[in-house]
């Protein structure tokens, strides 16, 4: 995403409602965020027009609340469309007006809301542009400098010494027992940086709520979105000598595709993500978006509050069942721990309504959500990227996720301040975001796995934290050079305001039992 709004873990907001939190080059940076409790007139005025919009119902779990809550839906004037009867979430579509406020008096409804405010046709993702690919001079230019047993484009990434993965890489690439799960706009498993390290048994198209395991379902069609597929490669690009090499280039990567062909992120897919990783022995997932069409979810709105009931429980079971789940900050320059934040961006895929939010109680999803690690991104100069989010208490790692060449330029042979990542149809290219740092995380995640293959999350987690390098907060923070901090970082020595425990460590990630 760009360094402007603040979706998909904080991605900036884009005219669309793009909700992925990486940004590209030449795009705007903007993020978007999750509205307050504003009006939601447009749900009830579509449903009364006769359109179908998607809901979810909050129950408790089990076969036999499911079962109740069934014959409750269908009588409400609901069609059940899936389901999730472990952790009590039913999506359900309707055509009538009047169907949430039904069914939420029923005995036993915990919650329920419309997860969109247009009709089911609608949708949208957390990009926040095209990436800007590589050309055929420039890959061999790359290639030509590579040295030792570097992959042609490694010198590019100067994001992998950063983390220390370069020495990493000489002690371990990770191990192929474990799998990140990409949950995005799409995975292309034909890329050759990608190919030899795809788990097709998790991957998944779980766009309406409903898992689709046809072959390749979980792939960006043409048009859609690169941002599943440059993630996929941050992550684990093979080091195989060709292209790129990700941050745990041993491990396995599946792709678990949530967004709209038009780029948003809706519960019930997001909530299919989530479920589908956890039954399917997935260890970290990947997170690089915010669930439409909110940017921040307050839950004194019955529609949002079902919305992050939903989410929440889906994050939460999946950890049960041993995924790390890592999500970006979000692009929108906001400090995440201020007493209010403006929303002008909410909902997305209707009418925005301007509102202040209170971000204690108003929550961008999954990233604010109990349990997940939340990630900000910094540039080539290891400062705080231009665009991140940031925020004492709600940042708990740093990564490289890019910034302007103009404002932290790497050290050569790298050329670009972004971040180099595989693109579909097999090609490479730049972006940067909060998109591109949790990535780098999710990553060394799957180091500290494989090197503590009976870790539970928890420990996954903590450990990520204890082996953060520490950065502390700079001063002055002056990016443009105007004589004017562009953001104030709480913590002083720590950092903690603009990088939580630190930048996250490969090396120790590897070497340290």
Request: glycine share 10%.
């Amino acid at each position: 995403m760009t360094a402007s709004s603040a979706r998909a873990r904080r991605a900036f907001a884009l005219p669309m409602g793009l909700a992925v939190a990486s940004s590209l080059v030449l795009v705007p940076v903007t993020t978007a965020t999750a509205a307050e409790a504003a009006p939601v007139a447009t749900t009830a005025t579509t449903a009364a027009g006769g359109e179908q919009i998607s809901y979810v119902v909050n129950i408790l779990p089990g076969k036999l609340a499911a079962a109740l809550a069934e014959r409750a839906i269908t009588k409400a004037g609901g069609t059940v469309v899936k389901a999730y009867e472990k952790i009590g979430v039913v999506v359900v579509h309707s055509a009538r007006a009047d169907f949430a406020e039904k069914i939420r008096k029923v005995p036993g409804v915990q919650s329920a809301g419309a997860t969109r405010t247009t009709p089911l046709a609608a949708q949208s993702t957390d990009d926040m542009g095209a990436p800007v690919e590589l050309s055929e001079k420039q890959l061999d230019a790359a290639s030509a400098k590579a040295e030792g047993d570097e992959d042609p484009l490694q010198g590019l990434q100067w994001d992998l010494p950063a983390i220390k993965a370069d020495k990493a890489h000489q002690k371990s690439l990770g191990s192929s027992k474990v799998t990140v799960a990409v949950i995005d706009t799409g995975v292309d498993d034909t890329h050759p940086d990608l190919a030899p390290n795809f788990d097709r048994a998790a991957s998944v198209n779980c766009v309406g709520g409903v898992p689709d395991t046809t072959d390749g379902a979980w792939r960006p069609q043409p048009g859609e979105s690169a941002h599943g597929t440059h993630v996929a490669g941050e992550i684990a690009a093979a080091k195989n000598g060709i292209g790129m090499t990700g941050v745990a280039p041993g491990v396995k990567v599946s792709g678990i595709k949530v967004s709209q062909p038009d780029g948003y992120f809706y519960t019930e897919a997001v909530v299919c993500g989530f479920m589908w990783a956890a039954e399917h022995g997935v260890d970290v997932t990947n997170n690089s978006y915010y669930t439409d069409p909110w940017m921040f979810n307050c839950t004194d709105d019955p529609d949002q509050k079902a919305l992050v009931h939903a989410v929440g429980r889906a994050t939460a079971y999946a950890e049960l069942k041993g995924a790390v789940n890592i999500a970006s900050a979000g692009n929108s320059k906001l400090d995440l721990a201020a007493d209010t934040l403006p929303d002008a961006t909410s909902p997305n895929d209707s009418t925005p309504v301007d509102r202040e939010i209170d971000p204690s109680t108003c929550l961008d999803i999954p990233a604010q959500l109990p349990g997940v690690v939340t990630v900000s991104a910094t540039g080539a100069k290891n400062l705080k990227s231009s665009y991140s989010n940031y925020g004492k208490g709600v940042i708990d790692i740093t990564a490289p996720g890019g910034d302007s060449t103009a404002r932290q330029a790497p050290e050569a042979p790298a050329v670009d301040g972004r971040i180099l990542g595989t693109l579909p149809g097999g090609g490479y290219g730049y972006m940067m975001g909060t998109s591109m740092a949790g990535p780098h995380v999710a990553g060394v995640a799957a180091l500290i796995k494989s090197t503590h293959p009976k870790a539970p999350a928890f420990q996954v987690k903590a450990l990520l934290k204890a082996q953060a390098d520490t950065l502390a907060c700079p001063e002055p923070y002056d990016l443009d050079g105007d004589g004017v901090n562009d953001a104030v970082c709480e913590g002083g020595k720590s950092g903690a305001g603009f990088y939580g425990a630190g930048m996250a460590d490969a090396l120790d990630a590897v070497t340290k039992r």
